[in-house]
């Protein structure tokens, strides 16, 4: 379980969370949408310990993930995350691009770490590619290489900041339909994203981010069909 | 008009002693790259990384190597120590002279191939739960090198031509050696066109054994 509680975040003299609550279940798939620059990437980054935070705090499965004694880069182990830009490494195969971690952090064998990559790269659809270099993929099936890349280290939470935000929207699908199949399988998620199909459709809950503080979140069905908020309403009729 | 004969005789007989002194000269300018690569890496990184007099102390190393003259970088190792009454030998100038010039240009190198990986491919290494070195060691540092090795190769062959003013600090690498000659033959025309024609197989298998190596290092 994810636990926030009065989380505040500033960039210097802005800022950026303004008082977050919020709990994640096991197996809870939560959609995050709301305008662009208001907190939803800082959440997911503070979330894995990549962005100190000033006040509140974080709790991934009852560990503080902002405490000084907190093991982060054992703790993000467990909370894969996929970005906007998919963030390949260009210099490494796709096999090497998921293997590396494993090998590395998990200090797998060589063999083990190779074995895990294959079956991630199977499971998000890249398994004939392992050969090649992420520049001779399209940005669909590299997005598919970050997730796969993600998996690798056997994460209970994955933490997607608009995975397919920076897709040309022909590629837009198969990286959506991924996502979709880690859900049916279970994954914990938190989803931020533009796709308001993707949030009705798969997630239990979805959350209205405004300007650092969630204005409101429910089941798609109350923000998408009868959102409380003004706000909620007005953002999701520019939308559409 | 033109009464000059030419007497290559002289040369071809010394060919063995300019061969050897080429190597001479290959030694000198490799070590100064190994050297340099390494303290401008480091340059490059205090700069990035820094602040504080050591910063300073990187930044004035750099704009010194590279905006003055080569060979007065030289004198300073030769003439300059000397006024303070440290001699060192000539080898020794021409290793400091080309180290502190090439570690210099190599630093401003690394400095633009760090500033190229975006800051987000170490991002995504870290979510991964690498560490700061970790990501630094497997992801930026094999992608700087590719950014620079080809300003690198540039560099060595910049190292194994400069390395020619050793001759003015009293150095027997390829150039010295070629005046030690030419001044007790008067061949001077016909030594420095055959040491001409040594650098350019020089600089040309630098540049063929780069090409080789890229091929081999850098499949993507
Ligand atoms: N590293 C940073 N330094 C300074 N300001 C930042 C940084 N990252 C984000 N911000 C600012 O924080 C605000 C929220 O950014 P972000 O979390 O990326 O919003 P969203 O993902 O909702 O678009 C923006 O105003 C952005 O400019
Ligand atoms: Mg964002």
């Not at chain 1, 505040?8 to 939560?30: A, R």
């Not at chain 1, 995050?32 to 100190?52: D, M, Q």
């Not at chain 2, 401008?40 to 102390?57: D, E, H, Q, S, T």
């Not at chain 2, 990501?135 to 910049?158: C, E, F, K, S």
Request: net charge positive; aromatic share 10%.
């Amino acid at each position: 379980m994810i636990e926030i509680s009065d989380l505040y975040k500033s960039f210097g003299d802005l800022q950026v969370l303004k008082g977050i609550n919020l709990q994640v279940e096991k197996g809870e798939v939560l959609s995050v949408i709301g305008a662009s620059g208001s907190g939803k990437s800082t959440l997911l980054y503070c979330i894995n310990g990549l962005e100190p935070i000033q006040k509140g705090s974080i709790k991934v499965d009852g560990v503080e993930v902002h405490a000084k004694d907190t093991d982060l880069n054992k703790l993000r182990q467990k909370l894969g995350m996929v970005f906007q830009q998919w963030n390949s490494f260009p210099h490494l195969t796709v096999l090497e691009n998921v293997a590396l971690a494993p090998r590395i952090v998990r200090k797998l064998p060589k063999r083990d770490a190779r074995d895990v990559a294959l079956k991630q790269l199977e499971h998000v659809g890249l398994g004939d590619k392992i050969e090649s270099y992420p520049g001779a993929l399209s940005g669909g099936q590299q997005q598919r290489l970050a997730i796969a890349r993600a998996l690798a280290m056997e994460p209970e939470y994955m933490l997607f900041d608009e995975a397919t935000s920076a897709l040309d929207p022909e590629l837009v699908g198969e990286v959506l339909d991924t996502m979709r199949l880690l859900a049916e399988e279970g994954m914990t998620m938190i989803c931020v994203t533009h796709e308001m199909g993707f949030a009705r459709d798969v997630s239990d809950r979805v959350a209205f981010f405004h300007e650092g503080l969630i204005e409101e979140i429910g089941p798609p069905k109350q923000i998408f069909g009868d959102a409380r908020s003004e706000r909620t309403k007005k953002f999701l009729s520019k939308i559409r | 008009m033109f009464e000059y004969n030419f007497h290559w005789r002289p040369v071809l007989k010394n060919l063995p002693d300019l061969l050897e002194a080429g190597l001479v000269t290959l030694e000198v300018a490799s070590l100064a790259m190994v050297l340099g690569i390494v303290i401008g890496l480091a340059l490059a990184l205090i700069r990035l990384k820094l602040r504080g007099p050591l910063r300073w102390f990187a930044s004035s190393w750099v704009e010194l190597a590279r905006n003055t003259p080569a060979l007065f970088q030289l004198f300073f190792f030769g003439f300059g120590l000397g006024a303070f009454g440290l001699h060192l030998t000539p080898y020794a100038i021409v290793l400091a002279g080309l180290t502190f010039n090439c570690a210099g240009y190599l630093a401003e190198n690394f400095r633009g191939g760090f500033q190229a990986i975006p800051e987000t491919q170490i991002r995504a290494a870290r979510s991964l739960g690498m560490t700061s070195a970790q990501a630094y060691l497997r992801i930026v540092i094999p992608q700087v090198i590719r950014i620079v090795y080809y300003p690198i190769t540039n560099q060595m062959v910049w190292a194994v031509l400069i390395s020619s003013l050793g001759m003015l600090v009293g150095f027997r690498e390829l150039s010295g050696e070629t005046q030690f000659f030419a001044s007790r033959t008067y061949r001077i025309f016909e030594y420095f066109a055959v040491t001409a024609v040594l650098y350019y197989v020089i600089v040309k298998i630098i540049l063929l054994v780069s090409r080789l190596l890229a091929i081999k290092l850098f499949r993507y």
